[in-house]
């Protein structure tokens, strides 16, 4: 079965200093990646996914990822975050095919606070 | 306009009770999802339809049953509601695409439903 893990529960940042989260997953086939967040009082809205090709995807309001396959991780990048960065993101991760296709794995959730 | 819809948002009941939660979306996917976020903030799949057809099934007490009267619809209906089914119950819906193919797994979410169970 797959799993997903996130290397850090709670991360807090001043405005203007660079983010990165941790993913790890296990699973050995082909997977597509994804990074979602949930503002405060909203719902889980999909801020970047890797399927195939370039490894380094851009997402919504300057976030990245990379996936790097032989770390089996899938981290997530900005280089300045802002106050309104807040919110939980969670990572996750679904089998590319198969029997599961379209089952999402979530891992548990890194909660940013950023200060002004 | 809200393309993926959960009523109710808040849901508090006592143990023992029957209730319904129901998810709509307008996006014209053919599939849709129930997952559970627990205390832990974990979110795990529940149920997965697929023009009304369910497709994934993973270990839930049989207390718990989804309904998808059409492919936009998905309701979970629980029954004889335990203490331990407080939680958040998302739903969710995607277009089935190819697999690996840009638009298959991309998943839409619903803003939550809080359930409560004393």
């Known amino acids: 079965a797959q799993s997903v893990s996130q290397h850090n529960h709670h991360v807090i940042l001043s405005e203007a200093a660079s983010l990165e989260l941790g993913c790890n997953y296990s699973?050995?086939?082909?997977?597509?990646l994804f990074w979602y967040v949930q503002y405060p009082g909203q719902h889980l809205q999909l801020l970047l996914k890797?399927?195939?090709?370039?490894?380094l995807v851009k997402g919504i309001k300057g976030f990245e990822a990379e996936f790097i396959k032989s770390k089996f991780s899938f981290n997530l990048r900005k280089p300045s975050v802002q106050w309104s960065d807040t919110a939980e993101y969670f990572c996750?991760?679904?089998?590319?095919?198969?029997?599961?296709?379209?089952?999402?794995?979530f891992g548990q959730g890194t909660i940013l606070t950023v200060h002004p | 306009d809200t393309a993926v819809s959960q009523t109710p948002k808040y849901l508090v009941t006592q143990m023992g009770n029957d209730k319904s939660i129901k998810c709509e979306q307008n996006?014209?996917?053919?599939?849709m999802y129930w997952y559970k976020q627990d205390s832990k903030k974990f979110l795990k799949i529940m149920f997965s339809?697929?023009?009304?057809?369910?497709?994934i099934n993973e270990t839930v007490p049989n207390r718990f049953s989804p309904k998808s009267p059409d492919k936009a619809h998905l309701n979970l209906h629980i029954n004889s509601l335990e203490l331990g089914d407080s939680a958040v119950y998302f739903c969710?819906?995607?277009?089935?695409?190819?697999?690996?193919?840009?638009?298959?797994?991309?998943?839409?979410f619903g803003a939550g439903t809080r359930l409560s169970v004393l």
């Open positions: 969710a819906s995607s277009r089935r695409g190819l697999a690996g193919g840009p638009g298959g797994n991309i998943q839409y």
């Open positions: 699973y050995g086939g082909t997977v597509n």
């Open positions: 890797y399927f195939s090709g370039d490894p």
């Open positions: 996750a991760v679904a089998n590319a095919g198969g029997t599961s296709y379209g089952k999402l794995t």
């Open positions: 996006l014209g996917h053919d599939t």
């Open positions: 339809y697929n023009n009304k057809e369910l497709i």
